[in-house]
């Protein structure tokens, strides 16, 4: 199967990963996928996302298309959008 472009919503706090920008372009058949081409095209993005042993932080929600997704083995079928949670009180 071809990866496929898809268009990335990045939250604020990692505008700085993208140059300032809000929706960059990644290719992937795989949320995985997707998010390793986003550490390609803008290292040091991944680890904000995603901890060492492989699953998306706390703090962060990914959504593929309308379906909220943590895992990496999630196929991608619609535009990926990166929410960055806010804690506090």
């Known amino acids: 199967m071809r ?3 898809v268009k990335v919503g990045i939250p604020s706090p990692l505008h700085s990963y993208t140059g300032g ?3 960059v372009d990644a290719d992937g058949a795989t949320l995985g ?3 390793d081409d ?3 095209r803008h290292p040091g993005i991944k680890f904000r996302m995603i901890d060492e042993q492989d699953h998306v932080r706390p703090h962060i929600l990914i959504w ?3 379906k909220s997704v ?3 083995k ?4 619609g535009e990926v959008k990166i929410v960055a949670a806010l804690s506090g009180g």
């Open 3 to 5: 990866d496929s472009r």
């Open 21 to 23: 920008r809000a929706l």
């Open 33 to 35: 996928d997707v998010i």
């Open 38 to 40: 986003l550490e390609r």
């Open 64 to 66: 593929v298309g309308t």
């Open 70 to 72: 943590r895992d990496l």
């Open 74 to 77: 999630a196929k991608i079928d």
